[in-house]
């Protein structure tokens, strides 16, 4: 099974939302957004991204969700008996009349210390582990339209290559023997060596004889196939073969003079950069 680049995948347990999103991209990178109390996991959660994949741009978000929160509210003891001291003292010194109450410390943030109780890491890992299975179900879905696609355009350059290669005989044949017949008259009229001549005949003919371009194309295509139904990471192997059916189409269009195989290999060469988007978006 082939899988896209792209996707998504969230879940949400307990305390803890994850949030998961693939991009496209030669290599794989991965970006975890994580709410400071879960720093020090980070290199844990990168470990279990590259257990399940190999490219794409992955972007993800942890969040603790805030109503859910707990933790210990804790008074600064010191810092109270201090600002006692100096509300006594003031008190004194401007002849304040009236009393010292608890509400006069409210205003005070820095006199209450709230420690956040230290999340379950198991929990952790089961939302995570759960968002990243979501993300890559949804690849493996898009992969299966992807390669869906990618076969039917297979199917259109193999119809191609086969009008290619019957025309291919008859093109090269009806080339060779109108050549020779215009370089006959030639050669009498000018009294030169038919031999020599003929022998320049071949080595042209050969130089424009696109059969071995064919017969490439054809293999090119059969392994494009076996990649596909193989499955599993398959990106760049399909991008090489990519470039070399563009290739053995370039050369078919440098040596052929026949209008209809032009236009056909044209359409191939079309075909192909419809693969070439394709293949871009999968693992």
Known sequence: MIESLTGYGSSEKG??????????????????????ILSKYDIELRNLVKQ????????IIVSIKERDRSGKIFLNK????????????????LSI???????????????????????DIDDLKDTFLEALENLHSMRKREGE????SIMEILQKIETDLRKIEDLVDISYNNFINNLKNRLKEFIIQNNLDENKILEHII?????????????RLKSHITQFKEIIQRGGVVGK?????????????????????????????IEIK??????????????
């Open 145 to 148: 339209i992807i390669k869906a």
């Open 237 to 265: 192997k399909l991008d090489f073969l990519l470039q070399e059916l563009l290739r053995e189409t370039n050369t078919i269009l440098s040596k052929t003079e026949n209008i209809t195989i032009k236009n056909l290999s």
């Open 52 to 59: 399940k994949f190999q490219r794409g741009k992955l972007d």
């Open 97 to 119: 009349l009236g009393s010292i109450d608890i509400s006069m410390f409210s205003n005070f943030r820095e006199l209450f210390i709230y420690q956040e109780e230290e999340p």
């Open 203 to 215: 080595i042209f003919a050969q130089k424009i004889d696109i059969k071995e371009e064919v017969d």
């Open 270 to 283: 079309t075909q192909t950069e419809r693969l070439k988007e394709q293949i871009q978006n999968i693992q």
């Open 15 to 36: 305390i803890f939302r994850v949030e998961a999103k693939s991009l496209n991209h030669r290599f794989l990178e991965i970006n975890i957004k994580l709410p400071n």
């Open 78 to 93: 010191n810092l109270a008996i201090q600002l006692y001291s100096a509300f006594i003292d003031l008190k004194k010194e």
